[in-house]
């Protein structure tokens, strides 16, 4: 089986958050497909070897094809699909069906993350893809909650540290209390607040740590502030 440490994930948007829609003949989605065919080639450079894709239309797709393609010039790289309930595709377009059941079979691994649809299947097929994985790709375009969300993670981890050590789970304990601490990743020490990040790992600005309007551009945080 693959070993985390030499794992990648994929997350993007799907059709409808994409300034081309669903036409991937547009320019700027070919310059997607070729900059995510760089970063995966990049990062087989760094020595990992095995990539999760959540199946999604549209940019999990364009990674699928960059790892495949990946795949024909290095034989050794396997690629696993992160199904987040069965029937994923049951209500796509028929020639969007047929592409996802190829891709499908062209995979080395499924995990099927649950057999029915329920509202957080899609999130337990994220959580899932993270948590396997030693490095995420996101195709993402600087829209707001990152921040927040990932605080939440690590609080709930924290949670689930607690409650292993009391039951006397310490390996439990020892495994989500160094997942709690990758809270620190969005604190910026020169001005002591936590801060929202780009893709490229630089800090968003213009930073206001009063800032909270739900969810609308620049907003890191939801129902609280920095």
């Known amino acids: 089986m693959y070993d985390k440490e030499k794992t990648c994930c994929f997350t993007g948007h799907r059709p409808a958050k994409l300034p081309w829609g669903s036409r991937e003949s547009d ?86 993350v649950q057999e029915a649809y329920t509202p957080g299947c899609m999130m337990r097929r994220n959580r899932y893809m993270v948590d396997a994985s030693r490095i995420l790709i996101a195709a993402f375009d600087g829209r707001p909650g990152g921040t927040a969300r990932t605080l939440e993670y690590a609080y709930d981890d924290w949670c689930i540290a607690q409650m292993a050590r009391m039951l006397g789970h310490e390996e439990d304990y020892e495994r989500y209390i160094e997942r709690a601490g990758r809270y620190r990743n969005l604190f910026d020490s020169s001005l002591r607040f936590m801060r929202g990040r780009l893709s490229d790992g630089s800090w968003r600005t213009p930073f206001d740590p009063f800032l909270s309007n739900h969810y609308r551009e620049g907003d890191d945080f939801c129902e609280g502030t920095s």
């Open 27 to 112: 320019p700027r989605c070919a310059e997607l497909k070729l900059e995510l065919a760089a970063r995966i080639e990049a990062i087989y450079e760094l020595g990992y070897r095995h990539f999760i894709c959540g199946m999604a239309n549209g940019c999990d797709l364009y990674f699928f094809d960059a790892a495949r393609y990946l795949r024909l010039q290095h034989p050794e790289v396997t690629i696993e699909a992160a199904i987040p309930f069965a029937g994923q595709a049951d209500r796509w377009r028929p020639e969007l069906r047929e592409r996802y059941a190829y891709d499908l079979h062209q995979c080395d691994y499924q995990t099927l």
